[in-house]
Nanobody, 120 residues
């Protein structure tokens, strides 16, 4: 079993900042890319940012400059979100591309999501 656990969501005023964290534990041989998606009410889930095991980031174009993804080890990833606006309100989901053993294929594991609400 693999657990992906997000933290750091909450209510923030427009213009404020939040930092999300995501930790992965369990039966893990290696983790490749980790990242964040978000889903706002009535909208499809969309990629926010991802980062490879080597540290190469990839962002949704519209979020570049405000959001920063980082990874301090193979199993933990962060999302620093600045200058937040109401359109950033969504549930943010962390995912990890995991090999459970040297012989297993890569599988995507997802967290339960953390709510981010930007409102005055």
């Amino acid at each position: 079993q693999v657990q992906v656990v997000e933290s750091g969501g909450g209510l923030v005023q427009p213009g404020g900042s939040l930092r999300l964290s995501c930790a992965t534990t369990g039966s893990i041989f290696e983790i490749n890319t980790m990242g964040w998606y978000r889903q706002a009410p009535g909208k499809e889930r969309e990629l926010v940012a991802a980062i490879t095991v080597g540290g190469t980031p990839n962002y949704q174009d519209s979020l570049k400059g405000r959001f920063t993804i980082s990874r301090n080890n193979a199993r933990t990833v962060y999302l620093q979100m600045n200058i937040l606006n109401p359109e950033d309100t969504a549930v943010y989901y962390c995912y990890a591309e995991v090999k459970n053993s040297i012989y297993s294929p890569v599988r995507n594991y997802w967290g339960q999501g953390t709510q981010v609400t930007v409102s005055s």
